[in-house]
């Protein structure tokens, strides 16, 4: 049974997903991508070489330091932004639920990374692009069979956790 407290915890996680949502699906639809990409992280500049696409599709190989953070809240957060979605009128297609939960991790401290790939063999149809976000070398939004696709622009944050006094 979920307790008070983690059902207002909850709430509030979709509610900021809700805002998150919102301002990633009007940057889509209305703001050229090169004026609010820096806002996704660092564009790492080698993660299209051949080596690294080799290294990104092994297994259990971590592509970030995963810090302290519990799985639970990565998870978690993975969900809300998803439950928000649902919730939003409208569909939200991959690359604002990416953006939103990208920023969410961020304002938690969580190192991810955030890729926006090409389907290797249909160039056209709507599974052409897509967009994930990873912790851990685990896709936690966006999954997809990594394998079909190359990557394009692989966006990485690696803020700290903050120091618990």
Not at 44 to 61: E, K, N
Not at 77 to 104: F, I, N, S, T
Request: proline residues 8%; aromatic residues 8%.
């Amino acid at each position: 049974m979920i307790s008070t407290s983690q059902t207002w915890k909850l709430r509030g996680y979709v509610g900021v997903s809700v805002a998150a949502l919102l301002v990633a699906r009007g940057l889509v639809a209305f703001v050229p991508f090169v004026h609010w990409r820096a806002t996704l992280g660092r564009l790492v500049p080698d993660a299209v070489s051949p080596q690294s696409m080799l290294s990104a599709a092994a297994p259990g190989m971590p592509l970030v330091d995963p810090g302290p953070h519990p799985s639970e809240l990565r998870s978690t957060l993975a969900r809300c932004v998803e439950h928000a979605a649902d919730r939003l009128p409208g569909h939200y297609k991959c690359l604002p639920k990416a953006a939103a939960l990208q920023w969410m991790l961020r304002a938690w401290r969580v190192p991810s990374k955030l890729v926006i790939a090409f389907h290797v063999t249909d160039r056209t149809g709507p599974d052409a692009y897509h967009a994930w976000v990873e912790v851990d070398g685990a896709m936690i939004i966006g999954q997809c069979d990594r394998t079909a696709y190359r990557p394009i622009m692989v966006f990485e944050q690696t803020r700290k956790p903050r120091s618990v006094l």
